[in-house]
């Protein structure tokens, strides 16, 4: 009698443990990390005494890469030289093995994201070909996806005071962001803005810019709600408290001055374009509209209920603003 209780306290344990699991960890099993294909290795370390021959060898495990170019023009195959023996990319190239000699955190978390991502946009089991590669500090397109392909320049994921970032003048509140964490985040950025596109999103007033960033938030929330939220807004965790502390305050002056319908991109730019801080609200991180726009849009889910695909398909700005009912 003791041996049965024990086996049915025991079997009750493990449905229980197993009930929190699915819950907790809802895609554990279907998501397995995505392998990324490290062009700034293999396009660095080639032998430059065969250089066409490394060049073909190249083109068949890259050829997005190498695309349309003739491997046998004598041209090509000194741009290609002189880029391979450069000592700035070695150095680059050397800080990025020290930094990342391996990418599995990353990797897991393309596998969670995008396994999310899929069911959410009914897009099956389909996976990204993902490469990382040296841009020579291409910060403006650190990040490129298109339906298939999610191409990231590593080097721009350095720290926020890596030297060569200085040659580049991009401002702290930027360099910031330029680190392992935000990879992900940047990452899963692009392929929100990349469904965005498939339906033409308002961008005239203010509230429109709130919304359309305040969709992309959500989104990061949905597929990587490991990540911390303070980095999926790109912000430190003070910056993060600030915005959380100050949501009235700020929505309560956006109404006063009627600065939501504003349609001159002059009057309300500060608080949705990169900057430091919105001079009118001392204290503050920059872009703090994306954040109301993220409250807007998650409080309008919450009323709503709709699904991903249909939030991003949504036009009517007013319609969102109105059904979310917010009132901070």
């Not at 449905?15 to 396009?43: D, G, M, N, T």
């Not at 320049?153 to 030297?163: H, K, Q, R, T």
């Not at 002056?253 to 600065?259: D, I, K, P, T």
Request: with cysteine.
């Amino acid at each position: 009698m003791i041996k049965k209780i024990t086996y049915l306290l025991l079997l009750s344990f493990i449905l229980l443990l197993s009930i929190v699991l699915v819950v907790w960890f809802p895609y554990h099993e279907e998501a397995l990390p995505i392998p990324v294909k490290r062009y700034e290795i293999a396009s660095m370390q080639i032998d430059t005494m065969r250089i066409e021959d490394e060049l073909n060898r190249l083109y068949k495990e890259f050829p997005l890469f190498l695309e349309g170019a003739d491997l046998s023009d004598a041209d090509n195959q000194q741009q290609y030289l002189d880029f391979a023996k450069d000592p700035r990319a070695k150095g680059i190239l050397n800080d990025i093995l020290k930094k990342y000699p391996h990418l599995k955190s990353f990797e897991m978390l393309m596998g969670q994201g995008f396994c999310r991502y899929n069911k959410d946009f009914e897009r099956g089991e389909k996976t990204p070909a993902i490469y990382t590669y040296l841009s020579y500090l291409d910060y403006d397109n650190r990040v490129l996806f298109l339906d298939s392909v999610l191409i990231v320049a590593i080097d721009m994921y350095l720290g926020a005071n890596y030297e060569h970032y200085d040659a580049i003048a991009l401002p702290m509140y930027i360099r910031q962001r330029l680190d392992e964490p935000f990879m992900a985040v940047d990452a899963m950025k692009a392929v929100a803005h990349y469904e965005l596109t498939k339906t033409p999103q308002p961008q005239k007033t203010l509230l429109d810019y709130m919304i359309l960033n305040g969709k992309v938030l959500y989104f990061l929330e949905k597929v990587l709600p490991e990540t911390k939220a303070h980095t999926r807004f790109g912000y430190t965790p003070e910056q993060m408290k600030w915005c959380e502390q100050s949501e009235k305050k700020m929505w309560t002056y956006l109404m006063a001055s009627q600065l939501l319908f504003e349609q001159d991109n002059f009057e309300f730019r500060s608080f949705v374009e990169e900057s430091p801080t919105v001079q009118v609200f001392p204290g503050s991180p920059g872009r703090v509209g994306h954040f109301l726009g993220y409250r807007i849009v998650k409080k309008y889910m919450e009323n709503s209920k709709q699904s991903l695909p249909e939030l991003f398909a949504e036009q009517d700005i007013q319609k969102i603003l109105k059904v979310s009912n917010y009132r901070p």
